[in-house]
């Protein structure tokens, strides 16, 4: 076989190689962006919930009802007091109210505020958003059950685009070969 056109075989494989690369790190790179969008906007409410109750602890903590802490859960609020222990509460876990992270509160109380993801146990994770007033911490959150399944709604359907992409860009190499090939015979290249 002619050293040139090996050659020039090589160099067609590594460019199909690098752009089934790219299109692997394009493809990473919107799901990152989306995922990361997702959560962000996760802490939107829980934030906006906790900006309500700092507020309203000047008057005082409300009585309402406590609803039970799971993945379906909608936004919550949790008062802490000094000795981070719950001292009120929107939510339960297992009936009685849930105590955050030690470290979550801590940070709040240092720096005035906190967004993280809890678990508090298997299959529940929560965003929750802290922050320090008045000596208490109030966290507020929410499941993110609902931000998770579009994520992977996401998930699947860039990892669909993408294998239609390499497929597409490994049907293209294979019609270069086949042309090189007869391109090659016609010039009477073996």
């Excluded at 089934?20 to 906006?48: E, H, K, L, N």
């Excluded at 222990?85 to 339960?92: K, L, Q, S, V």
């Excluded at 490994?170 to 007869?182: C, I, M, P, Q, R």
């Amino acid at each position: 076989m002619n050293p040139c056109f090996m050659m020039w075989g090589m160099s067609r494989i590594i460019g199909w190689i690098a752009a089934a690369a790219v299109v692997t790190v394009v493809f990473c790179s919107v799901y990152i962006a989306f995922q990361q969008s997702g959560r962000r906007s996760a802490d939107i409410a829980p934030a906006a919930a906790a900006a309500s109750a700092v507020q309203m602890l000047a008057t005082s903590v409300p009585s309402v009802p406590r609803l039970e802490l799971t993945p379906e859960s909608g936004v919550f609020v949790l008062v802490y007091g000094s000795d981070d222990r719950p001292e009120a509460g929107t939510a339960t876990l297992h009936g009685v109210l849930p105590t955050v992270p030690a470290g979550v509160l801590d940070t709040a109380r240092r720096s005035g505020a906190d967004a993280v993801t809890w678990q508090p146990e298997p299959g529940l994770r929560l965003a929750v958003v802290a922050r320090s007033a008045e000596g208490k911490v109030v966290v507020a959150g929410q499941s993110l059950a609902p931000y998770e399944a579009t994520d992977t709604m996401v998930m699947v359907y860039l990892m669909l685009g993408w294998f239609g992409c390499v497929l597409l860009l490994g049907a293209g190499f294979a019609v270069s070969v086949v042309l090189g090939h007869h391109q090659s015979r016609a010039f009477g290249i073996r």
